[in-house]
């Protein structure tokens, strides 16, 4: 049985990942600091769904901690490392710069050194389709130049990446640096367009729309075809790759808000504004590499995906939360 270290435990993708890798006789440990960024009770509930398994150890904690760090890795001798831990969200990246370099880059930091000294040598690492910045080529791919990030929370992502791959370099971890794209789905943290959307719908409370004119589109990838990719990436790791983990399939905002309203069965009010700073325009993943390295194949298109994702908001009660 491999012992995998999930750092950011009781976050939306990595408890996915997590009872993925339980279902798959993996051990998981992991840590969570239970950021202030949203409701304490809702990763509780996420944690909740497999904390009494016994193939799971879980440490209250900060990726900031070297100390904590140490006695994990000594206890359990992990083989292998799912970095999902982070500061995330462009816009608050803006108002919290230092914050947000601190957690992503010294934390990455302390994790990469830790592996060093406990010799564990492959690491997966959350990455961000942020990355890309206003990058006119479509689709994204994992060749374009990423040098000109539009927000501190991209930066940092990029910064991630460097430092990875000096760790490639100089000590010969294999390491995935996997470029995320707007994931959504089961036990999403609540600030993000489809949760906070489908919460305030719900609650006839007004959305509020960064896109006069209904031109930005994203990627939106379903976490149940996020989590296939990461699971074939700890058992492929191999080398330094960045990887692209998309749908393939840019949505325009408006056909999105007429899926939620579909599938809650309620028209949104919404309010308009202009974009915002650090946003762009569209996301769109080219995701050939991710088919031919890890046999990644989403096959959660958006109106199943939402589908999905209100029926679990609905029979959870989280939006009450």
């Given at each position: 049985?491999?012992k995998?270290?999930?750092t950011g435990?009781?976050?939306?993708?990595?408890?996915?990942?997590i009872?993925?890798l339980?279902?798959?006789?993996y051990k998981?440990?992991?840590i969570?600091?239970?950021d202030?960024?949203?409701d304490r009770?809702?990763?509780?509930k996420?944690l909740?769904l497999?904390?009494?398994?016994?193939?799971?150890s879980?440490f209250?904690?900060?990726i900031?901690?070297?100390?904590?760090?140490n006695e994990i890795?000594?206890?359990h001798?992990?083989d292998a490392?799912?970095?999902?831990a982070?500061?995330a969200?462009v816009?608050p990246?803006?108002n919290?710069?230092?914050?947000?370099?601190?957690?992503?880059?010294d934390?990455?930091?302390?994790?990469?050194?830790?592996?060093?000294?406990?010799?564990?040598s492959?690491?997966?690492?959350?990455?961000?389709?942020?990355?890309y910045?206003?990058?006119k080529k479509v689709p994204?791919?994992e060749?374009?130049?990423?040098?000109?990030?539009i927000?501190p929370y991209?930066?940092s992502?990029k910064?991630g990446e460097l430092i990875c791959?000096?760790?490639?370099?100089?000590?010969?971890f294999?390491?995935?640096?996997?470029?995320f794209f707007?994931v959504y789905?089961?036990?999403?943290?609540p600030?993000m367009?489809?949760?906070?959307?489908?919460?305030?719908?719900i609650n006839n409370t007004?959305?509020t729309?960064?896109?006069?004119n209904?031109?930005t589109s994203?990627?939106?990838?379903?976490?149940d075809?996020i989590?296939?990719?990461?699971v074939?990436?700890?058992?492929?790791v191999?080398g330094?790759?960045i990887?692209?983990?998309g749908n393939?399939?840019?949505?325009?905002l408006?056909?999105?808000?007429?899926?939620l309203?579909r599938?809650?069965d309620?028209k949104?009010i919404?309010?308009?504004k202009?974009?915002?700073?650090?946003?762009v325009l569209?996301?769109?993943a080219?995701?050939?590499?991710?088919?031919q390295l890890?046999?990644y194949?989403?096959?959660?298109?958006?109106?199943?995906?939402?589908?999905?994702?209100?029926?679990w908001l609905?029979?959870?009660?989280v939006?009450l939360i």
């Open positions: 049985m491999k995998i270290f999930v435990g009781a976050g939306f993708i990595a408890s996915n990942l009872m993925r339980l279902k798959l006789n998981v440990i992991s969570d600091n239970f202030s960024f949203y009770r809702i990763k509780e996420n909740g497999f904390a009494e398994n016994k193939s799971f879980f209250e904690g900060d900031l901690n070297k100390d904590l760090l890795f000594e206890e001798k992990p490392v799912v970095h999902l982070a500061k969200g816009r990246s803006l919290d710069p230092i914050g947000y370099y601190k957690v992503n880059m934390g990455t930091i302390n994790i990469l050194e830790t592996m060093k000294k406990f010799g564990v492959k690491l997966v690492f959350a990455s961000s389709s942020s990355v910045g206003e990058n994204f791919s060749s374009d130049i990423v040098d000109f990030p927000s991209a930066a992502k910064a791959y000096s760790y490639h370099h100089l000590y010969s294999d390491i995935f640096c996997m470029r707007t789905g089961y036990a999403q943290r600030e367009a489809i949760a906070n959307f489908a919460s305030k719908i007004p959305i729309v960064f896109d006069k209904g031109v994203r990627d939106y990838t379903f976490i075809d989590v296939s990719g990461l074939n990436s700890i058992e492929r191999k330094y790759e990887l692209n983990l393939s399939r840019p949505i325009h408006p056909y999105l808000i007429e899926l309203e599938y809650l309620k949104a919404i309010e308009y202009e974009r915002q700073m650090g946003d569209t996301t769109y080219d995701i050939k590499k991710a088919e890890l046999d194949n989403p096959d959660t298109p958006i109106e199943l995906g939402i589908k999905k994702y209100c029926d609905l029979s959870e009660k939006h």
